[in-house]
Each structure stands twice: as C-alpha cells, then as structure tokens.
C-alpha cells in the first residue's frame, strides 16, 4: 500500500470510530451510533465532503498543514496519532509548548556506559542539559557555569572563555548548524518564551548571529574535529559526532579518538585523574561543540 493509500485507511479508521454525540453533532434520529459520515466531518472541518472522500480514496495527496490540523481536532487524535498523521501526509509533525528538556533512561544509561567517552547531553535549543565526568574534565566543569553559559549558541556567539580552538572553515560549519537547528525549534516550539528570548538576545549581542539568522543559513551537524587545549593535559585532537535522539529532540555530543593515539592516551589520563588537578582556568565553562 503506498503512503496515501495509509492515509486514507487511516482516516476511515479514526472516522468510523467516533460518534456524532462524542464531536458535538446532533445525535441521530435513526438511531445510528458508530462513525462519521463524510458530511459530518466535512461540517467539523469546513472541508469539503469531495476533497474528504479524495483524501481517504488516495488520490488527494498534498494535504496541507493547515486541512491535518483541522482532520486532527475533529477526529480528536492523540499526540502519538497526530504525529502519524502529519507523516503520512508527508508533512513535518507540529510541536508546540515549551523545549522539552526531559533525559530518558535509556540515555542516561548510555552516558553511564560511554565513561571512556566525554559526552554533553542538549535540548533542542542547545541548553546543555546533563554529562558525563569525562565531559567536564575535558572541557571544563558545566557545573561552574551559570545557567546562560551553558548555552552553545550562547557561548560561541558571544565569545565566552572556550578550551576548542576551530579552523575558520570549521567554525564557519559550527555556526551555520547551530543556527539552522535554532531556527528549526522556533518552528517546532513556537509558544517556547525562553527560545524566543535566547533568540533575540543574540540577535542584540552578536552581530555575527544576527547576519547568520536574517541570512536564513542553511547547515547540519556532521562529524568533525576540534582541538581542546586542556590546561594540564595539552592538546586533546578528537572527533567530534552530533547524535540526534527520537522523539525528545534530544542533541548528544560525544568526542571520540582513535585508538593507539596520542589524543586517545590523554582522554584515558582525564578519565583517571577527571577535574581534580584543574586549577585556575578562565575557561572552565563548558565549551559545547
């Protein structure tokens, strides 16, 4: 069955499942209990009852945002079914409320089991959430920082202390990445205060940021390597991969070098000794790359 075609069955499904009595319609003299009629629906959703037998039939195929939104209030989707919804019309899935910041289980436990690898846990809006010790022996202590500075976007736009040290094609990568992913939790949290906030306030204090977002960029999080200038250590050169987390829109940094490597001995050195010989270090804020 193609896609529209599971569009449609879905649609007859959900239709035939909810009683005129439970959408608000009249009851039925006649005594009928189950289901919707095309008319009814179409009276819900101010759609027509043609382009309704179409969408279920399959050959209306492009509904748009604003007709999935109507079909989902009327048909009184849940969360989970409106998601399916919109992705079977080929459309992104709405998100509104605020940047969920919950962390899984299951990713907690891979920070437990990664221990030889520093990981920095974000939200959609680059809030760097939870760590892994290793994480902040590499690049310094998040705990120590305040709740802005935990920020990535913050941090690299407004020039904060950093241990990373980028190429200016690497850095000119990070920044259009970082960019597109803020732009796209505005569109996912459009209700989120504090992202609107964090936006504007970096528009006001970064006029790079402010050209990069009225450009409209376009970037993505690929692989890349980043040189961390550790105070005690020296220069740790390590692959840098942005893991993406289903359904809580969760972004997982995780350095990594290569075995046998001089980069890979000195992770093992932090994973021993963690924060405890950092002394004074102006940048013991969390540098999330």
């Known amino acids: 069955m193609t896609r529209h075609g599971e569009l449609g069955t879905a649609l007859h ?43 279920e039939e399959g ?18 989707l849940s969360d989970d079914e409106r998601r399916h919804l919109f992705l079977l019309a080929g459309q992104s899935p709405p998100a509104v409320g605020r940047v969920p910041d919950h962390v899984p289980a299951s990713v907690r436990r891979l920070l437990g089991r990664l221990a030889g690898t520093p990981i920095g846990v974000h939200d959609a809006s680059w809030n760097l959430i939870t760590w892994n010790p290793l994480w902040a022996a590499l690049v310094g202590d998040p705990a120590q920082a305040p709740p802005r500075g935990r920020n990535a976007a913050w941090q690299h736009f407004t020039g904060q202390p950093s241990r990373i040290v980028h190429t200016v094609e690497q850095e000119a990568g990070f920044e259009a990445a970082l960019v597109a992913d803020l732009r796209a939790a505005t569109v996912r949290y ?6 609107r906030f964090l936006i504007g306030e970096l528009r006001r204090a ?14 993505a999080h690929g692989t890349g390597t980043w040189t961390v200038h550790h105070p005690d250590v020296g220069p740790v050169t390590v692959d840098c991969d942005t893991l993406t987390v289903p359904g809580c829109d969760l972004r997982i940094a995780a350095y990594s070098a290569a075995p046998g490597t001089d980069a890979a001995e000195r992770l093992a050195l932090l994973d021993v000794i963690g924060t405890d010989v950092i002394g004074t270090d102006p940048a013991a804020a969390p540098a999330e790359r």
Request: charged share 25%; net charge positive; glycine share 8%.
């Open 13 to 55: 499904r959900w239709r035939d499942r909810i009683a005129p009595a439970e959408a608000g319609l009249p009851a039925d003299e006649s005594g009928r209990t189950g289901g919707l009629r095309h008319e009814e629906l179409a009276r819900l959703t101010g759609l027509s009852v043609d382009y309704l037998v179409r969408l």
């Open 59 to 76: 050959r209306a195929t492009s509904p748009s945002v604003q007709v999935l939104t109507s079909l989902a209030c009327a048909l009184r």
């Open 190 to 195: 459009p209700t989120d205060v504090r992202l």
């Open 206 to 219: 970064s006029n790079r940021f402010a050209a990069l977002w009225n450009s409209r960029i376009a970037g």
